[in-house]
């Protein structure tokens, strides 16, 4: 399993979950677990997915993503499980 | 699993409080490079450089964007370059010509510094590393990317004067040959003492001879991380204080940890050291002396100031050193005037003083660092804040450095522009009384006394 934290933020509109979990799905990625909240009119969204399986690289599914981020007015981040490991786990 | 909390206090460390990896330094050793003739020994360097490093930048931008941290900088250290010429540089020119070589495969592979046109002089100096000390300020001149560092000294060997004499020369030679730039080539110029062999950061970084032919060493960088978390605790005890500096340098040291561990995989190059230094940038925000007036200082120079440093550096280290497996280099908090914000501002309103850095530099590493000083400040003078640096490190068992650009046409109160990571720096006073008899006495300085410690 090869785990990527993807962290969404950005003002609330409709179909971000939708849209981001579309272009996931098109690129084969497994989403693992996902918290959201809407803290005074922001996005906040955290999703754990695993990119084992995925057809394309860890470079263009994060390069893709943030295209996607711009469409749709928000900030998408993709990053590799091992650096909130490192930093919050002994 | 990692909790949402967790991922955005990473994401607001590096978004918001400048947390970054200051550096990834690939030591390379040159010995295998050494020849007789001078042109073989260019030919020889520059192609082990050039196919070492070749994917050190490549490598550092993919770790970067894997797990959304900025790397600043990808650098090179090589072995002391007065080593690998000494057989075959038989003059000043010869040794600018390997400065030149390590230029070019500088810029061949992208690094934006490359230490290592150095020599280690802490006893005494051969023919060679007096040519390559002489030769110091035209290759400071003629090129872009080079740094040079001498080790003029040390706790077991005592202090070179011999040399520290010439290194006050030079340093002056090599701030009218760069006067055209603000005396820029004096910013690429640092003396050492006790220098660590495996110090990731410029100007003082070389390969030492005791290291293995390749090294990755990584430098992180979070003044404003630990300022930002110390806001948090305002009035709080002094244990409160250590424990939130303990915490925070230990998180953003394992961030340096996981990159040194990355790169070191992606280049098959043996992971090093971890650097724990607290490196401040001219980013508001990213500062050391902002820190300082965190702890309860008004301006960086105030009483106090020494105390709050040595407790700073001190958690830091103690942070740190559990968060990685190899900790080396310099491992400490840097204060230079002209890349801290905070420091700028302290230095300029008068609150902050050349002698009030020297006690400073006591406690943390590493020394007189970044500092404009007027542009007639004589070499002896020089030498003599050199030789005060080196006396400190020689005694306290500590490395001590000292990194002066004394800015040639400019004067006190002047501001002196450096541009980028090295900042802006006003031009600070001097002590205007003479050392130039003690600086001319020959020989050196013996090694102090390992007992009797008081």
């Keep these: 399993m090869e785990k990527v934290i993807i962290t969404v933020v950005g003002k609330d509109t409709v179909g971000i979950i939708a849209k981001t979990c579309t272009f996931l799905s098109n690129e084969n990625v497994n989403i693992l677990d996902i918290s959201q909240t809407i803290v005074s009119g922001y996005f906040n969204m955290m999703m754990v997915v695993d990119i084992s399986g995925a057809k394309d690289s860890f470079e263009k599914i994060s390069g893709g993503l943030e295209e996607l981020g711009k469409s749709i007015g928000v900030s998408i981040k993709c990053q590799k499980e091992e650096i909130f490991d490192m930093m919050h786990r002994i | 699993m990692i909790n949402r909390m967790e991922v955005s206090e990473t994401n607001e460390m590096i978004e918001k409080e400048n947390l970054d990896v200051r550096t990834i330094t690939m030591g390379i050793s040159l010995l295998d490079c050494i020849d007789s003739d001078i042109d073989k020994t260019c030919d020889k360097v520059y192609d082990k450089i050039t196919k070492s490093a070749k994917d050190l930048v490549k490598t550092g931008e993919e770790i970067s964007g894997e797990f959304g941290i900025p790397i600043v900088n990808k650098r090179i250290s090589v072995t002391p370059i007065a080593l690998i010429g000494a057989a075959s540089a038989k003059s000043?020119?010869?040794?600018?010509?390997?400065?030149?070589?390590?230029?070019?495969?500088?810029?061949?592979?992208?690094?934006?510094?490359?230490?290592?046109?150095?020599?280690?002089?802490?006893?005494?100096?051969?023919?060679?590393?007096?040519?390559?000390?002489?030769?110091?300020?035209?290759?400071?001149?003629?090129?872009?990317?080079?740094?040079?560092?001498?080790?003029?000294?040390?706790?077991?060997?005592?202090?070179?004067?011999?040399?520290?004499?010439?290194?006050?020369?030079?340093?002056?030679?090599?701030?009218?040959?760069?006067?055209?730039?603000?005396?820029?080539?004096?910013?690429?110029?640092?003396?050492?003492?006790?220098?660590?062999?495996?110090?990731?950061?410029?100007?003082?970084?070389?390969?030492g001879v005791t290291e293995a032919d390749r090294i990755i060493n990584v430098g992180v960088s979070g003044p404003g991380v630990v300022k930002y978390a110390l806001e948090k605790v305002r009035g709080e005890s002094f244990e409160v204080l250590c424990e939130t500096i303990k915490k925070t340098a230990f998180k953003v040291t394992r961030v340096?940890?996981?990159?040194?561990?990355?790169?070191?995989?992606?280049?098959?190059?043996?992971?090093?050291?971890?650097?724990?230094?607290?490196a401040p940038t001219p980013a508001i925000g990213d500062s050391v002396a902002d820190i300082l007036c965190e702890i309860g200082l008004e301006k960086a120079g105030a009483p106090g100031t020494t105390a709050a440093l040595a407790l700073l550096n001190d958690q830091v280290k103690k942070g740190g050193v559990m968060a990685s497996s190899y900790v080396g280099g310099l491992s400490g908090a840097f204060i230079p005037v002209s890349e801290d914000q905070g420091?700028?501002?302290?230095?300029?309103?008068?609150?902050?003083?050349?002698?009030?850095?020297?006690?400073?530099?006591?406690?943390?590493?590493?020394?007189?660092?970044?500092?404009?000083?007027?542009?007639?400040?004589?070499?002896?003078?020089?030498?003599?804040?050199?030789?005060?640096?080196?006396?400190?490190?020689?005694?306290?068992?500590?490395?001590?450095?000292?990194?002066?650009?004394?800015?040639?046409?400019?004067?006190?109160?002047?501001?002196?522009?450096?541009?980028?990571?090295?900042?802006?720096?006003?031009?600070?006073?001097?002590?205007?009384?003479?050392c130039e008899a003690f600086i001319s006495r020959e020989g050196r300085i013996p090694a102090p006394i390992h007992s009797f410690k008081n």
């Design chain 2, 92 to 207: 000043e020119a010869d040794f600018v010509k390997l400065a030149k070589t390590l230029d070019k495969a500088a810029k061949e592979v992208g690094v934006n510094f490359l230490g290592g046109y150095s020599a280690l002089v802490s006893k005494g100096s051969t023919k060679a590393d007096e040519l390559l000390m002489k030769s110091i300020p035209e290759a400071l001149a003629s090129t872009d990317f080079v740094c040079s560092s001498i080790n003029l000294g040390s706790t077991r060997t005592g202090i070179n004067m011999n040399a520290v004499r010439l290194m006050g020369e030079t340093i002056h030679k090599t701030a009218e040959l760069t006067a055209d730039r603000d005396s820029l080539g004096c910013a690429k110029l640092v003396v050492f003492c006790n220098a660590p062999d495996d110090n990731p950061f410029m100007a003082g970084a070389f390969h």
């Design chain 2, 256 to 278: 340096g940890q996981l990159v040194a561990k990355e790169a070191s995989e992606k280049l098959g190059v043996p992971f090093g050291i971890v650097d724990l230094s607290l």
């Design chain 2, 343 to 434: 420091m700028i501002d302290a230095a300029s309103c008068g609150a902050l003083t050349l002698e009030k850095l020297e006690a400073m530099t006591c406690v943390c590493s590493v020394g007189l660092d970044m500092i404009a000083v007027p542009g007639d400040t004589s070499p002896a003078t020089i030498s003599g804040i050199i030789a005060d640096e080196m006396a400190i490190g020689m005694v306290n068992a500590k490395t001590t450095a000292v990194r002066l650009i004394p800015v040639i046409g400019k004067n006190v109160g002047d501001k002196v522009e450096f541009g980028g990571l090295l900042g802006w720096a006003p031009v600070m006073p001097v002590n205007k009384y003479s």
